[in-house]
Nanobody
């Protein structure tokens, strides 16, 4: 299984950015897919997730209303659309995957991370 995250970069506060997570070895529509992030000096935190087969999404309170997760089955890719970015969103963003009916705190498949830097 390979997850390739991309799309990070340097943006200004208020800007938007879309991250991509291209998968190989799994079908993203059949897996729970998630995004996490880790800011400098902080622990990794959950950002949001989309369930398998349906488009039910869940978000951390800190990003709800600003970030949106979507999935393109044809491209086997999951996206994280980030709007109204703030400096506190600065972090390395990771995508992750797990099979349905597995523990929600166990994500065995991870991408390599993509850095998002938001300047004030």
């Amino acid at each position: 299984v390979q997850l390739q995250a991309s799309g990070g970069g340097l943006v200004q506060a208020g800007d938007s950015l879309r991250l991509s997570c291209a998968a190989a070895g799994i079908t993203v529509s059949n897996y729970h897919m998630s995004w996490f992030r880790q800011a400098p000096g902080k622990e990794r935190e959950f950002v949001g997730a989309v369930r398998d087969r349906v488009d039910s999404t869940f978000y951390a309170s800190s990003v709800k209303g600003r970030f949106t997760i979507s999935r393109d089955g044809a491209k086997n890719t999951v996206y994280l659309q980030m709007n109204t970015l703030i400096p506190e969103d600065t972090a390395v963003y990771y995508c992750a995957a797990r099979r349905p009916f597995t523990p929600s705190d166990k994500w065995p498949y991870w991408g390599q991370g993509t850095l998002v830097t938001v300047s004030s």
